[in-house]
């Protein structure tokens, strides 16, 4: 079925001048025929203006409405009928697994572990061309942020979300996000899917190497970004105001200090095939990897089937041409023949 529609709808309001112009035409049309019964009788002024017709007049009128009308549709850009049209997303499927427990908070690297993770993220998600993205935040457990989607807004939305205050449970469970990544791909697929883990990797539970293997057999690469310090650095801690309370102690009120664990996560890597980083100051980490990932084979994503407009404004330019060379070239007065020819004919 074919659908009138218009890119520029806001012209269309132009059409309120058809009203005022006929109200325009309509006055001046009175205000003539005014001035004319002053000036003689109406039957006399026909004999001292042979051939005027009115009706001419009237028409004259008309083709110019129509021909500013028909110009401001062609304004609004007027689109009929559609074209279908297939179009192709071609990428791979890529999880990003955020470590959010609260050693991320140190702030060896400024403003914290966590705002830089995020705002690389965030500059990473607007790299992405035809890629589906996925989001997963750990602790102490790990949980499915945001599925595979391609829908990059949606997915810089649950970004902002994930926080230290999301996962309940303090930790860093590598294995557990390794493995939660491993469900959330497709099952049926042994390559196309990449996993980045971004984490200071300290206080791991669990066997994060194993699954790092698991993770390889189902044709996951793994890069992992180590974010921090592997000096040690104290972890601040706020109240819900925001206030700083100082740093986290232990049970003896020691002050912890939190490490990079640089070796697991160069395991992790080496074993899925994929590589390490470490996070420095500038945002080259994820744009590095973001160059490895555009050189893998890509997969069709999705195909979908586009109604595209065509553009018909020309139909209505040339109309409004038209109309509008009909009211320049329709004479007001009619061919008459003098009285002497008359008598004589």
Partial sequence: MEVLKFRYPIFLHGLWGVLLLIIFFVLIYRHKQALLERFGHIEILKRIMPGFDRRRMIWKNVFFILSYAFFVI?????????????????????????????????????????????????????????????????????????????????????????????????????????????????????????????????????????????????????????????????????DQYGRSLGFKKDRNGNVVTTKLDVKTLQKIAFISNGKYYIASSGQAELRKIYDEIRKMEKKELSSRKFAQYEDRYQIFVILGLIFLMLEFFLPVRTKVRSEYALANY
């Avoid at 966590?114 to 993205?133: P, S, T, V, Y």
């Avoid at 860093?172 to 899917?193: G, M, P, V």
């Fill in 74 to 238: 062609a304004l609004a850009d007027p689109q009929i009928g559609t074209r279908l049209e297939e179009v192709k997303r071609e990428g791979v499927d890529i999880i990003v697994a955020l470590d959010v427990s609260n050693s991320m908070l140190a702030e060896d690297i400024k403003p914290s572990r966590l705002e830089k993770a995020r705002h690389e993220l965030d500059n990473f998600i607007d790299l992405l061309q035809g890629d589906r993205i996925g989001l997963i935040a750990f602790a102490g457990m790990a949980h499915l942020v945001c599925p595979l989607t391609l829908d990059y807004g949606a997915a810089k939305l649950f970004l902002q979300m994930m926080d230290t205050d999301l996962i309940p449970v303090q930790g860093t469970a590598l294995e557990d996000a390794i493995r939660t990544a491993i469900r959330s791909f497709n099952q049926k697929e042994r390559k196309h899917k990449v996993l980045i883990l971004i984490t200071d990797g300290e206080d791991h539970e669990g066997d994060p190497v194993k699954a790092a293997e698991e993770a390889a057999k189902e044709g996951i690469i793994i890069y992992t970004i180590g974010i921090g310090s592997p000096q040690g650095v104290p972890i601040p801690v706020y």
